[in-house]
């Protein structure tokens, strides 16, 4: 979801009013690192989930603000305030996933710059990305490459504790196996079963789930980016469903529009199974039973 926000103008000089006070919470952060003390982490994270995987590998040696948190809202809505940049300029380590998803974390920093935060961007480090696709957080591999990047930095902020670090990753990493072997379970029962999809963020699992989407990419990079899709893909679409040539239609439920309104409809109407995703976590839960529980609806509406 491309959505770059633009940050007003009273949003980015008061972020510059405040930027002197997370350079003196640097150089505490940076005296702290030298000498290998053990000491808290102040973490920000843009999305609530590189929020979570963050508290999963630090534990109690992080604290951590996640930014973007309401599942239940159009990310594209979002604009940064005064209280934001406030917390970004205390951070030691900030996380944000980058490719353009979330560009006005950019200007937050600039506005707020210290030379002793660490930065980490999820889409520069993810070693699979799909083409015009920065929802890398969806493919479980780039979510581990990620998150060993993460323990990276955390040993850099504070290297008396990264035995405690190096085992959470370990842990973390092996907390994955079950989504693994779910999609793989997907896979064996429905390889290329037809699928409809909303937008591309899906996209890194129905390839590994071996589901066979038949919208047109052009119609989901239109809807991903905030867009009218092409008028000839939006009457693909609509036949899709009238036709019954897919069997479930899967939906970002964050980014509604009355396109993707009326396609969900019809699909009700039409008996056609609709499985909601989201780009933000659920209160309430972790990045694996996040995953998990949209895993298990998706193989329900397929027919268990």
């Known amino acids: 979801m491309w959505f770059a926000r633009r940050v007003s103008a009273w949003s980015l000089i008061s972020v510059l009013l405040i930027s002197a ?6 150089c505490d952060t940076a005296s702290l690192a030298s ?57 030691d380590l900030v996380i944000e996933n980058g490719g353009g998803y979330d560009n006005w974390m950019e200007k937050i920093l600039s506005a707020a710059p210290n030379s002793n935060r660490l930065l980490l961007k999820g889409f520069d480090i993810a070693p699979i990305r799909l083409p015009e696709n920065e929802h890398v957080w969806y493919s479980f591999d780039n979510v581990i490459a ?35 072997q779910k999609v793989a379970a997907i896979k064996a029962k429905y ?11 899906y996209l890194y699992q129905t390839e590994l789930e071996g589901l066979h989407v038949l919208t047109p990419f052009e119609f989901e990079k239109a809807i991903a980016e ?11 679409t609509t036949d899709q469903i009238n036709k019954h040539q897919i069997k479930i239609l899967i939906y970002n439920k964050q980014t509604i529009t009355s396109v993707t309104t009326n396609l969900e409809n019809l699909a009700n109407a039409q008996n056609i199974p609709t499985v909601p995703v989201t780009e933000l976590m659920p209160p309430n839960k972790t990045y694996q039973t996040w995953m998990m529980d949209q895993l298990n609806a998706l193989q329900t509406a397929l027919g268990g």
């Open 21 to 26: 006070l997370g350079l003196l919470s640097a």
């Open 35 to 91: 000498t290998g003390a053990s000491h808290t982490i102040n973490v920000v994270a843009a999305e609530n989930f590189y929020g979570d995987i963050v508290k999963q590998l630090g534990g109690s040696h992080v604290s951590v603000t996640s930014i973007l948190s309401d599942p239940n809202v159009d990310p594209h809505e979002y604009q940064s305030n005064v209280q934001t940049g406030i917390t970004v300029s205390k951070a």
């Open 226 to 236: 905030g867009n009218d899709p092409p008028a000839d893909t939006v009457i693909t």
């Open 146 to 180: 990620i998150a060993q990047a993460i323990t990276g930095d955390l040993k850099k902020l504070d290297g008396a504790d990264a035995t405690a670090f190096e085992s959470n990753l370990q842990a973390f990493k092996q907390s994955l196996q079950p989504l693994r």
């Open 191 to 201: 390889n290329g079963t037809p699928v409809g999809l909303t937008e591309t963020i």
